[in-house]
T-cell receptor
């Protein structure tokens, strides 16, 4: 299957700081990337969908000014959690898809905000 | 009604048995269906995709699709303790941006 990487895998930050998470498709061009959040023992929650070169589409209830998404190229999307607070602590997972439509997930980034 | 419904489980089966995981969906026009496995603390990994009615086999896994009944299932033969995970059913919408909708997942526990 296709390979999607995420960096960092784990991050601890202080409340009020911003954190950037990178998602890369390593062996295919991702026309669309998705960002999910998952709390312990809960299901995946789609946060936003991003297409290369255009603005991300956010799901209802997700603050676009807090969760900044940039999909600058066909292999890279970034999620920046601005002014992070403890309630933003979660497991953030990206996925990528090419025109073949199957979504491949990155390994996830565990964020802990102190 | 949720777009993609799965029994949350846990489904417990003995080692060597067949595990049967079920999923129903509401979008009658959907054409693409996926099963993912998610181990605790890890991200989902794709097991199988299926697009046509009937069965699709890959090793110990068989996906079954019945579009008339809006039902998709995953069978795991010769279940192993390492199969213990949450299994996510995913369905690609036929309209509304063609988004892939994930079920909440079924927890499977294979007893040694």
């Amino acid at each position: 299957g296709a390979v999607v990487s995420q960096h960092p895998s784990r991050v601890i930050c202080k409340s009020g700081t911003s954190v950037k998470i990178e998602c890369r498709s390593l062996d295919f061009q991702a026309t669309t990337m998705f960002w999910y959040r998952q709390f312990p023992k809960k299901s995946l929650m789609l946060m936003a969908t991003s297409n290369e070169g255009s603005k991300a589409t956010y799901e209802q209830g997700v603050e676009k000014d807090k969760f900044l998404i940039n999909h600058a190229s066909l292999t890279l999307s970034t999620l920046t959690v601005t002014s992070a607070h403890p309630e933003d602590s979660s497991f953030y997972i990206c996925s990528a898809t090419s025109r073949k439509e199957t979504q491949y997930f990155g390994p996830g980034t565990r964020l802990l905000v102190l | 009604q949720k777009e993609v419904e799965q029994n949350s489980g846990p489904l417990s089966v003995p080692e060597g048995a067949i595990a049967s995981l079920n999923c129903t969906y509401s979008d009658r026009g959907s054409q693409s269906f996926f099963w993912y496995r998610q181990y605790s603390g890890k991200s989902p990994e794709l097991i199988m995709s299926i697009y046509s009615n009937g069965d699709k086999e890959d090793g110990r896994f068989t996906a079954q699709l019945n579009k008339a009944s809006q039902y998709v299932s995953l069978l795991i033969r010769d279940s192993q303790p390492s199969d213990s995970a949450t299994y996510l059913c995913a369905v690609k919408r036929s309209t509304g941006g063609f988004k892939t909708i994930f079920g909440a997942g079924t927890r499977l526990f294979v007893k040694a």
